[in-house]
């Protein structure tokens, strides 16, 4: 299975993950569907509940899918917006920035 | 900007509301069913209302209010706009008006009919027609009687206010409750740009919250809809708001999501209630998820900034997107090569005209700096006039160029001249409005039914002419209604339409403003007006007067023709008086009259009161300016024509008629002695009583347009002189009040006069 | 970064009282005039949240909120509805139209500012 650790893809998400971009986020992640994903977070000002719907239910796909799905990289806002909201992705974040 | 200039603005936009009102609502009256006419009319209440509830001018948003209300039913077609509903609704916008001005001037309004009209408003609403025979009989109901209002369904005006930026401080309340909050969004929450996230983080706000997600129903990721809303929420939150807080915070949301707020009696059942998984706590900070700006959620609990601090700000702060959006279609025309792309360059105007007519560009520009500007322009023909003659006198070796510079120097000084004084014209429009509300109370007391078409309102004049229009104006529709149209039943005994008509029309013609008043009823009576005339002794009973004359004799002071002095036109104010404001106006006013047909009086104005045609002249050395309009002919006198009369009286005889000769140096007092008039020239004029006289002078200069220069406001008022100018070469000239000089000569009687005229 | 607000009203008043309150509360703000204007100058002005009056000439409230609703752009932004009483119907209108939330006339600056607050991030 050469080809899996070929298949890592990485991802960066907007700063407004708005009603807007909830769309075109998910056609971005199918895109990427059956791929090891690694995900940046890192330039994300604003999440709304669509968007987090959106990364959640990828999680969700990923995992049916045995493939990896990590927030390589996550802004403060990010991270204190899916804690808000009550959304847990500690389990997906990457090592270097669990806390 | 502060309040003050605000509420200036206000009253100033209730007055073009106030006119949108009433235009609209004699459109209706008309038969126009226009749906955008009634919204017009509604949104011109609306807007008041709106307005003076922010300031709290509470008589005025209770009945615009109830005013409203009955619109709405017209709007919403459940009341029939007829003639006797826009009767109602017609009186209405003149109480509104009304009530307008009391709360921008102080004073009271007419309590009684404001009430009485409210009741009657009411009952439109309540689908209860008016009793039509009532209305034009119907005096105002006396003042003392006062019926309760009726109330204005709870509706309440919280007068706005600065100040109220400062938050409120509640006392803290020790008891915190514990909210337990299932939340379940709509798809329509986040369609209509509602945002779960924020909702949490305004909940987070009020109170220690910890939370958990269900995200249960979300599907996997190539099933679901990105804008479909899956997720809910089990909040747990204590705060002292209880379960009204939490309500609030989910107000906007309420109907696009499940929600279920309940309060938690005991910490153990909290704790019960916690099912198989735990909640997240929300305990950090949030400030982060506030686009990083403190300051603006910090703003609500602090006092706002000073208003005078905040007014630079305030205006620097707008982006001038109107004119940025205008400027766009020109932009693109520019860009498009005119030669090639001819179509798209004449669709793109038509595009950018369109959007013009929608929305003309404007400004306003107070009124105090567009006269400066008129100051200065004035000054500037002047010198400009000082140059020339000063380059005439001293350069006599011609240079063509210096004179064609000066000379397209004059012509632009002109132009300027008279594009700036555009800026002062206006339409006639406010003022021709006014009048139909005059002509309804006049028809109302009078028991006339009357009809007044207006046209040509949007003819421009110079805006004193405008403001000083009005009371004349007023005077003469309260004559036409009340002295012209006949009552209906004699109308209609004539073979008449029952309903009078008043036509006023606005034209301009040969650079100057007509405004004829027309109206179709009698016409003069004028073996009544000759009879009165005897009476009050103006004339000799035997007296041999053309129509003209007899019709002109309506000018002279104290003159009425009504049987009984009614209460409209008998305030002692005549015809001569309106004579006069339109004479000081520069202007004269003729009238023709037909027997049976109706009286049209027509006023002829200077466009502007800033320039005048004159004629200059010299007087005993001085230099005079006599306005041009109040000459009728200039004459060289012979020695024959001269006449002498009493003791100094002496009168110049005209094609077989005799007119009063006036030496204006001796008026002015510019000498002791009298001039003879065979070295002098006559100035025909008409004089105020509409008779002739002939104004001496030693010689005439020439004529010329001359810029007013006010003596009150630069010296003080100097009887028989009007005001002053500047000629072009630096001299001060004075301008002549010829009605003050007649009437400062005036050594015979009228009698005598217009006798004399007549057997001439 | 400042946020900006959209305001569209007809009245000269209420565009002012808006302007000096939401100036001094530190907002940007763009004024249009009525719906048309406001869809006109939708682009250029890319609010964060828009405030607008629902009676105006040429295109009302409603029609303007629609508007922006189908704007494919612009759809997502948060519009508040200036009504003058709390009638029911009126903002279940404004609600079916699209309206996020509404701030009742005459307005007070404490609600306006806390109106757009909450609907803005």
Avoid at chain 2, 109 to 135: H, T, W
Avoid at chain 2, 421 to 430: E, G, L, S, T, Y
Avoid at chain 2, 731 to 757: C, M, N, P, T, Y
Wanted: aromatic residues 4%.
């Amino acid at each position: 299975m050469a080809s899996k650790k070929a298949a890592q893809k990485s991802l960066s998400l907007a700063p407004v993950l708005d009603l807007n971009e909830a769309t075109a986020l998910r056609d971005k992640l199918m895109a990427l569907k059956g791929s090891d994903l690694a995900i940046d977070a890192s330039a994300v000002e604003r999440v709304g509940a669509l968007c987090a719907q959106v990364l959640m239910a990828a999680a969700k796909t990923w995992e049916a899918d045995k493939r990896s799905y990590t927030f390589a990289k996550a802004s403060e806002p990010f991270l204190k917006t899916m804690q808000l909201i009550g959304v847990n992705i500690e389990h997906l974040l990457a090592k270097e920035i669990q806390r | 900007m502060d309040m003050n200039e605000i509420k200036e603005i206000f009253f100033q936009e209730c007055e073009e509301q106030l006119a949108e009102l009433e235009s609209g609502l004699l459109k209706l009256n008309d038969g126009d069913r226009d749906p955008e006419t009634v919204n017009a009319v509604f949104r011109a209440v609306h807007s008041i209302k709106g307005g003076a509830g922010a300031f709290g001018l509470d008589d005025l948003v209770s009945f615009a209010h109830v005013f409203e209300t009955t619109l709405d039913c017209v709007r919403s077609n459940k009341l029939d706009p007829n003639q006797d509903v826009l009767k109602v609704m017609l009186k209405s916008a003149d109480v509104l008006a009304d009530l307008t001005n009391a709360a921008r001037d102080g004073g009271g309004v007419d309590e009684a009919r404001s009430k009485q009209l409210i009741r009657e408003l009411e009952a439109l609403a309540n689908g209860e027609m008016p009793a039509a025979s009532e209305a034009p009989a119907a005096k105002p109901a006396p003042a003392l009687v006062a019926t309760p209002v009726a109330d204005d369904e709870g509706f309440q005006p919280i007068p706005f206010s600065f100040d109220d930026f400062g938050g409120e401080e509640k006392p803290v309340e020790p008891f915190a409750p514990t909210c337990e909050i299932l939340f379940h969004p709509k798809r329509e929450l986040y369609a209509k740009g509602n945002e779960a996230t924020l909702l949490l983080r305004d909940l987070s706000r009020i109170g220690e919250m910890s939370i958990r997600c269900d995200m249960d129903s979300l599907p996997p990721l190539e099933d679901m809809n990105p804008e479909e809303a899956y997720f809910s929420w089990k909040i747990s939150i204590a705060t002292e708001k209880g379960e009204d807080g939490v309500r609030t915070v989910f107000e906007f949301a309420e109907w696009d999501c499940d929600l279920e707020v309940r309060t938690v009696e005991e910490d153990h059942e909290a704790e019960a209630g916690k099912d198989e998984l735990p909640m997240q706590p929300v305990p950090f900070d949030l400030s982060i998820l506030d686009d990083g700006d403190d300051d603006a959620t910090g703003e609500a609990d602090e006092p706002a900034a000073p208003l005078s601090s905040a007014n630079t700000a305030a205006e620097s702060n707008v982006v001038p997107i109107a004119a940025a959006s205008r400027a766009e279609p020109s932009r693109s025309e520019a860009r498009a090569a005119p030669a090639v792309q001819q179509a798209a360059a004449a669709a793109n105007p038509a595009a950018s005209a369109a959007s013009a007519a929608a929305a003309a560009p404007t400004i306003r520009v107070d009124l105090d700096r567009v006269d400066r500007l008129i100051n200065l322009v004035g000054e500037l023909v002047i010198n400009q006039a000082m140059l020339s003659q000063s380059v005439i006198e001293n350069d006599n070796t011609g240079v063509s160029s210096i004179n064609m510079g000066l000379e397209e120097l004059q012509q632009l000084t002109r132009e300027i001249q008279d594009s700036v004084m555009a800026i002062r014209a206006q339409p006639v429009k406010p003022v021709f409005q006014r009048m139909s509300r005059i002509v309804r109370e006049i028809a109302d007391v009078t028991g006339k039914s009357v009809r007044l078409i207006t046209e040509g309102e949007n003819t421009e004049v110079d805006k004193t002419v405008i403001d000083k229009l009005a009371e004349p104006l007023t005077h003469m529709i309260r004559n036409a209604v009340d002295h012209g149209l006949e009552a209906p039943e004699k109308r209609e005994a004539l073979g008449k339409n029952p309903e009078g008509t008043v036509r006023l029309t606005a034209k301009h013609r040969s650079g100057r403003i007509v405004i004829e008043l027309a109206d179709d009823g009698g016409g003069i009576n004028r073996e009544k007006v000759r009879q009165k005339a005897i009476d009050n002794d103006l004339i000799a009973a035997d007296a041999n007067l053309s129509d003209e004359e007899i019709d002109n004799l309506i000018f002279h002071a104290g003159f009425s023709t009504a049987d009984k002095i009614s209460d409209i036109s008998g305030r002692g104010v005549g015809m001569d008086v309106v004579k006069r404001s339109i004479q000081a106006l520069g202007g004269r006013i003729t009238i023709s009259s037909k027997p049976g047909q109706g009286s049209v009086f027509t006023m002829s104005l200077p466009l502007t009161l800033a320039v005048l045609d004159g004629m200059v002249v010299t007087v005993a050395g001085q230099t005079l300016v006599v306005p041009l309009t109040a000459i009728v002919e200039t004459l060289q006198p012979e020695a024959s024509a001269i006449h002498s009369f009493g003791a100094s009286q002496r009168l110049i005889s005209i094609r077989n008629s005799f007119c009063p000769l006036v030496d204006v140096g001796r008026i002015l007092n510019f000498r002791s002695t009298q001039a003879d008039p065979v070295d002098g020239v006559a100035l025909l004029v008409e004089s105020e009583g509409g008779g002739q006289r002939a104004l001496m002078v030693d010689a005439i200069q020439g004529q010329r347009q001359v810029v007013i220069k006010s003596l009150e406001a630069n010296y003080t008022h100097v009887p028989g002189i009007a005001a002053a100018t500047i000629l072009g070469d630096g001299r001060v000239a004075l301008i002549l009040d010829v009605d003050a000089v007649v009437a400062a000569s005036r050594g015979q009687s009228l009698k005598q006069e217009i006798s004399l005229a007549a057997t001439g | 970064m400042k946020k900006k607000v959209l305001t569209v009203d007809d009245s000269r008043t209420i565009r002012n009282m808006l302007l000096v309150t939401l100036n001094n509360a530190g907002f940007e703000t763009i004024q249009a005039e009525d719906g048309v204007e406001g869809l006109e100058v939708l682009e250029e002005a890319n609010p964060d949240v828009i405030v607008t009056d629902i009676n105006m000439p040429r295109l009302d409230g409603f029609g303007f909120i629609e508007g922006v609703r189908r704007n494919e752009k612009y759809r997502a932004i948060p519009i508040l509805v200036l009504t003058t009483e709390s009638d029911a119907e009126k903002k279940n209108r404004a609600r079916q139209a699209g309206a996020t939330g509404w701030i009742v006339k005459p307005f007070d600056p404490t609600k306006l500012i806390d109106a757009i607050e909450r609907v803005t991030a």
